[in-house]
């Protein structure tokens, strides 16, 4: 917080004092609190994995909302809530109109919970949610025949892996961003949630606001970057081992990345007589945008005719790979999804053959096959539920459609007059706001570790 009070002092903006005062009210409580838990730490099960998960997110998502609800921008609570949600989340939805005029410092707050959000994203999927048998493939898994050395080491070395390919990749797209002519400021807000693939930027218009190619395509690579597995990146890193990068999440991520948006370029072309490399330049950015879950946009996409809505709300479902920043259903329980229903398939064939579902060349288990249903039957339920409930609210069912699944898979902005790409959430109502911010979190925390708290046996000893 004392990083935006520093950007507002030094524009004289008087909104430093309230960075300055949430940082040092928020760093004091939490230093008392270092203090009264200091000793051993306690024992993690999975009980206590799921319970702490859960406080963590809403701590954070409650300090997040401090700066913007004491601003002088006048958020009402739920406001607030909802701006620190989007941002933790990486979802990229926001209330706030004039970004072009904002002081810096509400502005590098935005960005700066983004970036730390996508690091506690990662830490989230990367090192407790496989532990809890929760989100999908754990690279400690595919190191398990290592016993050379003790798995706190391993651990430490994948750590500071992690941290540094975090690092270096938001430095280079910020000096990527600068190259193509963005300003510094410009530069630095847009990687950090580029990164994060949080998609916050600070402009109005998004990337509309940057007339360039030169940006378009840095955002679509650093998109795309973001959305592959760190797993594969940190393993690369730490034991120089090619062979991960032919996981078959990837190359499931890539292949329909650009099926979508060669076939939404190529429309863009033929229907609204756009030059060909342009319409495919906007077409790999905002498909990019949408499946890594980052929620920036060149243009509004949704008047480039019903194919290219059409595909926009269907990309919005699937989402990056697991083990990156990206929400969504993931390509990982994508591929694995493809794999039960070919296997189901040979076996109406032949009642009689083995038909192992792989991952590679791994062996799916049941339980991790029945886990991944489970995820995509409460999956849909929500999008279901929160759709009744923003219908119920009074919001039409484009709108309520498009902001439920854009909630719960994080990606922003939705289709329609009032959150499509053009637009924001600045309109809705407090309560439409809350059940969007509950979506958000769920989404972010792969669903079945919230609900699993509504469970009586989970508080049962």
Known sequence: MFVPALADLYVGHPDWQVFALSGALCGGVFMLTAAATSGPPPVFTRRFGFLLV??????????????????????????AVFE???????????????????????????????????????????????????????????????????????????????????????????????????????????????????????????????????????????????????????????????????????????????????????????????????????????????????????????????????????????????????GGIKAYRIVVLYGVVRAGLQRLVYPSSVASVRYGRQTVEPDVQRSIFLFLALYMLLWALGLMALGALGYDLMTAMSGSITSLSNVGPGIGSIIGPAGNFSTISDPALYVMSVLMLLGRLEVLTVLVLLMPTFWRY
């Open 84 to 326: 620190s949600v989007s941002g933790i989340t990486t979802t990229g939805g926001t209330v706030l109109v004039g970004l072009d005029n904002l002081p810096p410092g509400l502005l590098l707050w935005r960005s700066l919970i983004v970036w730390l959000g996508g690091i506690g994203i990662l830490g989230l999927g990367l090192f407790i949610l496989p532990n809890l048998r929760v989100g999908g493939l754990s690279f400690f898994k595919l190191e398990s025949s290592d016993t050379t050395e003790k798995p706190f080491s391993r651990f430490a070395s994948f750590t500071r892996a992690f941290m540094a390919i975090y690092l270096g990749i938001t430095l280079a797209c910020t000096l990527a961003y600068a190259w193509a002519g963005m300003s510094l400021f410009d530069a630095v807000n847009h990687a950090l949630t580029t990164v994060a693939t949080g998609g916050y930027s600070t402009h109005d218009a998004s990337f509309g606001h940057f007339d360039s190619l030169a940006v378009l395509w840095a955002g679509t690579i650093f998109m795309t970057i973001s959305s592959l597995p760190f797993s594969v990146m940190i393993l690369l890193a730490v034991r120089k081992r090619l062979n991960v990068l032919r996981d078959p999440q990837i190359l499931a991520f890539l292949g329909y990345l650009t099926v979508f948006s060669v076939a939404v370029g190529v429309y863009h072309h033929l229907t609204n007589d756009v030059e060909i490399g342009l319409a495919l330049t906007h077409a790999f950015f905002n498909i990019s945008s949408i499946l890594s879950t980052t929620g920036f946009a060149s243009e509004d996409y949704t008047l480039w005719g019903p194919f290219a809505v059409t595909a926009a709300f269907m990309a919005t479902f699937i989402g990056g790979c697991t083990g990156s920043t990206a």
């Open 54 to 79: 859960n406080v963590l997110w809403t701590v954070f998502t409650i300090v997040g909302a401090i700066p913007f609800y004491l601003s002088s921008y006048d958020l009402t609570l739920a406001q």
